[in-house]
Each structure stands twice: as C-alpha cells, then as structure tokens.
C-alpha cells in the first residue's frame, strides 16, 4: 500500500512540524511556501507547555535553547522612561525558551527538510477534493494529486479561504494593531532586559531578541477607512499617528519603523473556524483557531501538528475519524485561551489613566510577591 501524501500549505511554525510528525508515522509530506525562502526576523516568542513534550521527542531542545534570546528580565516603564517594576522572565524551575519566530521555523525547517518535500516561491490556487482524493492547482508548479491537504498558512489563510469561505466569515477584530521593526544593535542600554512603556490604549516594548532589537507597537483603534493589509505607507502613517504624542523614546522608534522598507504591520484578530476540517481538508495552528496577545500561538502550532500527526497514523485509512480525534482533543488547549483574550488586552493595553493606574499597582504587587518568593525559595535542583 502506498505512503498516504499530505500537502501542507505553510513553512512557518506548524507545517515543518507536521511534516517531521508525519513522515515519522509513514505519510509523504509536501510544504508549500508563498516566501521564496524561510522568513527572517520576527518578534520573540516562547516554546512553552504542551510545545515541550513535542519538542522534546523531536529532540530539538538543546537547538532551540542555542538560539535562545538574550533577555532575562521585563521592565515596565512609567511615561518618562522610569521603571516601574522589574519581573524575571526565566526560571529555573521552567522548561519554556523564547527564541524568535525565525529561528525556531528555521530549527524546525532543518529537523524535517530530510523526510519532506518544500517547495518554495508557491501557492495554492484551487483545491477540488472528491472520496478518493484532493486536487491542487498551483500558482507555478504543475497540479498535482494528494490524499490530503492541510492548510498550515497563519491567520490569512489561503486553504482556509478557498475550502471554507472568506477570511471575515472567521476572524474577530478585536479593534487593535501591532506592528514591529527590527532595531540597530545597541539600541537597548541592557541586552538582556526587555522593556515595556504603556499610554492609555497603546503599548510599545523593545526586546533585544539575539542582538538585533525588535520594537513593538500594540495600540487600540477602529479599522481604518480604506484598510489595505498591503499598503505600508498606511501602515507606517497610522502608528505614527497613534504615538504621536507619548515620551521616552518614542519618536525615535517610531522613525525606525517609519524608515524601514517594509516593517510588519497586521489587525489583531481572533481566529474561530467551527470545524477545522473539511472532506480531505483540514486546518492547523492559527489558521483554525489565532489567538491574539498570549503569545503561544507557535507552542499551539508545534503542539497541535504533534496531536493531528498522532491521530492520523492512529486511524489508517480514515481521515474524517482522524481529523475529528485531533479537534476534539486539541480544542482543549486553544478553547480556553480564546476566553482568556479580553482579559490580557485589558492588562497588556488599558484603555484609561485609571486602568493603567490599577494595572501598574496590581503588577507592582506581583512584583514584590515574586521577589519574596524567589528569596523564599530553596535553589535545589530537582
């Protein structure tokens, strides 16, 4: 009996784990990339909770903690630059590691590219399943036949589109941006401390990632009139309306990004899709279920492709079981973080004085507990 073959839209996060997931488990996997190569940059992000246990039986935790960024520590500014509070963002007790986005895709990349096929500078461009299999047409490689098709394509997703209908139908707007751009070396005083300045309704942060400083730009604000995902000169206009009037540094920073050729710059969006497959056809990681802010959005992707792998090499010959497996228990990880959105927008980016006020005394409160218990506690290792 032939390998089932899987093409799997995205070279991100989820799809090189798939892959590696599903070759191990007898599939042959495709990845389809729209970038011409593996994206550099990208802001910091941590492989934590269920993403261990798969990173660990891939064997890819000492890469990953090679690539580690530099920071150790957050401080979050008043609007003069002062710190308010200083909390670690390590322990020794944690598992978890922050690395960018980047260097991840490219550990995860290299643990796969031996047992996957990748296919760079395409796309898909009609999908037509029947009972036996899925047709793909793409932009510049002939069409090709598969047993199935996993759209791994982030929060725009292209399989999503063309099989489940159009992006608006699963997003949530939750009525704010962020954008980034990368920073000379040195533009942090401390390279290994991240800091964090709030104004009522915006965010910046600077993260000194491996080196190269990342800032960070999250603000409230209505869609704009005329929104274009594509049009950067917007983009660029609206963040410098936003800070226009907040201290520190920020003029500088903002010039950075207004400078740069093409900052990052996209809508924060909750992604729900009510099922994730369709026939032949599933989603995964943030193309089934986005979730803005938290900042596991990759730890899901690694642990989801983990979880869907497992299910389908549990139920040969039977994708529609296998697909239903993989939602039913991945949901369990993804459901409750939805919930939890609303909360984290208020704390990450309060929309008042007052509201900054009584987040800045809660965290200057968690400050000294933390401080406390970190003295308290016995540094044996376990």
């Known amino acids: 009996m032939a390998s089932p073959r899987v093409m799997i839209l995205g070279a991100g996060i989820a799809g090189p784990a798939l892959a590696y997931w599903l070759a191990r488990h007898g599939f042959r996997p495709t990845v389809v990339e729209l970038a011409k190569e593996l994206r550099s940059g990208g802001s910091a992000i941590v492989v934590k909770g269920p993403a261990i246990p798969a990173a660990e039986k891939m ?14 520590s957050v401080s979050l500014l008043d609007p003069r630059g002062r710190r308010i509070l200083r909390l ?8 978890s590691v922050e690395l960018t986005r980047s260097d991840l895709s490219a550990v995860l990349h290299r643990t796969a590219a031996g047992d996957a096929e990748f296919l760079f500078d395409d796309t898909v461009t009609a999908i037509a399943q029947d009972e036996s299999g899925v047709d793909v047409t793409f932009r510049r490689a002939a069409p090709r036949r598969f047993d199935l098709v996993i759209g791994a394509d982030g929060v725009h997703s292209t399989v999503r589109r063309l099989v489940f209908g159009p992006e608006e139908r699963f997003t949530n707007d939750l009525g704010m941006y962020g954008a980034t751009v990368s920073l000379e ?65 920020v003029p500088e920073l903002v010039d950075a990004y207004r400078n740069h050729p093409a900052p990052f710059f996209d809508p924060l969006n909750n992604v729900r899709v009510d099922t994730w497959s369709r026939g032949r056809v599933a989603l995964l990681g943030d193309a ?14 690694m642990a989801g492709a983990h979880t869907l792998a497992r299910a389908l090499a549990d139920h040969p010959g039977d994708h529609a079981r296998a697909f239903q497996v993989y939602e039913t228990r991945h949901r369990r990880e993804v459901d409750p973080r ?45």
């Open 88 to 95: 670690p963002l390590t322990s020794e007790r944690s598992p």
């Open 288 to 301: 089934a279920s986005a979730v803005a802010l938290l900042g596991d959005g990759s730890s899901m992707a």
């Open 185 to 249: 070396p040195g533009a942090l005083d401390d390279p290994h401390e991240m800091v964090m300045l709030n104004a009522p309704g915006r965010m910046l942060a600077v993260h000194p990632s491996r080196g190269e400083p990342l800032a960070m730009f999250t603000f409230r604000g209505p869609r704009a009139a005329g929104y274009d995902r594509h049009d950067t000169a917007l983009h660029k206009r609206m963040v410098a309306e936003a800070y226009a009037e907040v201290g520190w540094r």
């Open 338 to 382: 939805h919930r939890r959105t609303n909360l984290i927008a208020a704390l990450m980016i309060p929309r008042t004085r007052r509201g900054l006020a009584m987040r800045n005394a809660v965290g200057r409160a968690v400050g000294l507990a933390t401080r406390t218990a970190v003295r308290e506690t016995p540094r044996t290792r376990i």
């Open 59 to 72: 064997g890819i935790m000492p890469q990953l903690r090679e690539v580690a960024t530099h920071a150790t």
